[in-house]
């Protein structure tokens, strides 16, 4: 393809953080349009990366006083070291410089001791200060010496060879480093002009809040783009230069659906055609027909529950009928005159 002078543009996406719903431990984003396919291919890969490659810290090992292995009790202390190094786990550590870091817990009398009460090193922080370490009984002391490390993904306890005890005592843990906990992705039809072909991807990401989804998003996207330059064998072609970005709203068309109250990206003519342009399965489809249903226009005034109440139309024929208005930017309940369709039909005539 180095011969070919002239290539045909890309659709360039509009990338939309959902503000209404964003926090510290969780983000929504929708990508729209792409390219016919992209959804799966970008959806799944930045998955797989915020999933294993993230950068984070946690607790790799500990020195609890008076204790040298994981299986032994403390006094005065209500929880073995066992639930102790597993309540460990769950503390939540921001590193803002990425080096490694201690923390300290010196724990004396009766209480309950938790993340808050550690002494850290400028650089960390505990996101989750009220996560409970241990119940300490009167009498009790507890004396906890914590490294923090940074990496990506999982790793498992890295006891040296050939030692069961160390001789600080240190019991090494297993860490999952990655912020990230969740993360799903949704694909979806939606339209640019009257083509329906091209692809919505919704993006759900949940954290730890050592990291927002933002920050991991942008992390894993670089992550991404710099694996992907090292398969270029020549030079690269400058997309971006001549694809257009959408508009502010992506799958907006002509304002046909004003005054019917539908999605902008509905358009008029299509309320009038048969069923057929939704491409159901035979079943549905036939349910329909039988029903009276033949234009895609007595579908969306019939409510969800009246569409169940057709003979033999179930709910896994509902969600696909559902799914195939979507993808049309239609609903169930739309309650559309055929006049007013009629009538909009007939101005956008004239003005032709």
Same mark, same amino acid.
């Given at each position: 393809?180095?011969?070919?002078?002239?290539?045909?543009?890309?659709?360039?996406?509009?990338?939309?953080?959902?503000?209404?719903?964003?926090?510290?431990?969780?983000?929504?984003?929708?990508?729209?349009?792409?390219?016919?396919?992209?959804?799966?291919?970008?959806?799944?890969?930045?998955?797989?990366?915020?999933?294993?490659?993230?950068?984070?810290?946690?607790?790799?090992?500990?020195?609890?006083?008076?204790?040298?292995?994981?299986?032994?009790?403390?006094?005065?202390? $209500?929880?073995?070291?066992?639930?102790?190094?597993?309540?460990?786990?769950?503390?939540?550590?921001?590193?803002?410089?990425?080096?490694?870091?201690?923390?300290?817990?010196?724990?004396?009398?009766?209480?309950?001791?938790?993340?808050?009460?550690?002494?850290?090193?400028?650089?960390?922080?505990?996101?989750?200060?009220?996560?409970?370490?241990?119940?300490?009984?009167?009498?009790?002391?507890?004396?906890?010496?914590?490294? $923090?490390?940074?990496?990506?993904?999982?790793?498992?306890?890295?006891?040296?060879?050939?030692?069961?005890?160390?001789?600080?005592?240190?019991?090494?843990?297993?860490?999952?480093?990655?912020? $990230?906990?969740?993360?799903?992705? *949704? $694909?979806?039809?939606?339209?640019?002009?009257?083509?329906?072909?091209?692809?919505?991807?919704?993006?759900?990401?949940?954290?730890?809040?050592?990291?927002?989804?933002?920050?991991?998003?942008?992390?894993?996207?670089?992550?991404?783009?710099?694996?992907?330059?090292?398969?270029?064998?020549?030079?690269?072609?400058?997309?971006?230069?001549?694809?257009?970005?959408?508009?502010?709203?992506?799958?907006?068309?002509?304002?046909?659906?004003?005054?019917?109250?539908?999605?902008?990206?509905?358009?008029?003519?299509?309320?009038?055609?048969?069923?057929?342009?939704?491409?159901?399965?035979?079943?549905?489809?036939?349910?329909?027909?039988?029903?009276?249903?033949?234009?895609?226009?007595?579908?969306?005034?019939?409510?969800? *529950?009246?569409?169940?109440?057709?003979?033999?139309?179930?709910?896994?024929?509902?969600?696909?009928?559902?799914?195939?208005?979507?993808?049309?930017?239609?609903?169930?309940?739309?309650?559309?005159?055929?006049?007013?369709?009629?009538?909009?039909?007939?101005?956008?005539?004239?003005?032709?």
């Amino acid at each position: 393809m180095s011969n070919k002078l002239e290539y045909r543009p890309l659709t360039i996406p509009k990338v939309q953080w959902n503000k209404k719903n964003l926090t510290e431990t969780y983000g929504e984003l929708v990508a729209q349009p792409l390219e016919p396919g992209f959804g799966v291919t970008l959806g799944n890969a930045l998955r797989r990366i915020l999933l294993g490659s993230i950068e984070g810290s946690a607790i790799t090992s500990v020195i609890i006083q008076g204790v040298n292995n994981e299986f032994a009790s403390i006094p005065n202390v $209500v929880e073995d070291v066992m639930q102790i190094l597993l309540n460990i786990k769950g503390i939540v550590i921001k590193n803002s410089t990425g080096q490694s870091g201690s923390m300290t817990l010196q724990f004396k009398g009766q209480g309950i001791a938790k993340a808050g009460d550690i002494q850290l090193d400028s650089h960390l922080k505990i996101v989750n200060p009220d996560h409970v370490i241990a119940t300490v009984s009167a009498g009790g002391d507890l004396d906890i010496t914590f490294t $923090v490390e940074s990496g990506r993904g999982y790793q498992p306890a890295q006891w040296p060879l050939g030692k069961g005890i160390q001789e600080d005592s240190r019991i090494y843990l297993d860490a999952m480093f990655s912020p $990230v906990s969740k993360v799903f992705f *949704d $694909v979806e039809k939606t339209m640019v002009g009257k083509d329906i072909d091209y692809d919505r991807l919704t993006l759900k990401i949940n954290t730890n809040g050592a990291e927002s989804s933002t920050e991991v998003l942008n992390y894993s996207v670089s992550v991404l783009r710099s694996q992907l330059e090292h398969f270029l064998i020549s030079t690269e072609i400058p997309f971006n230069s001549f694809s257009e970005v959408v508009a502010e709203n992506p799958v907006e068309v002509e304002d046909d659906s004003q005054g019917l109250g539908l999605d902008s990206a509905a358009t008029v003519d299509i309320l009038l055609k048969p069923i057929d342009e939704l491409e159901l399965s035979a079943r549905a489809h036939n349910c329909l027909i039988n029903a009276g249903k033949k234009r895609i226009l007595d579908l969306v005034n019939l409510s969800r *529950d009246e569409a169940l109440n057709l003979k033999n139309f179930g709910s896994k024929s509902l969600n696909e009928v559902e799914d195939s208005l979507r993808s049309l930017g239609l609903a169930f309940g739309a309650n559309i005159k055929e006049t007013d369709i009629k009538k909009i039909l007939k101005v956008k005539s004239d003005e032709d």
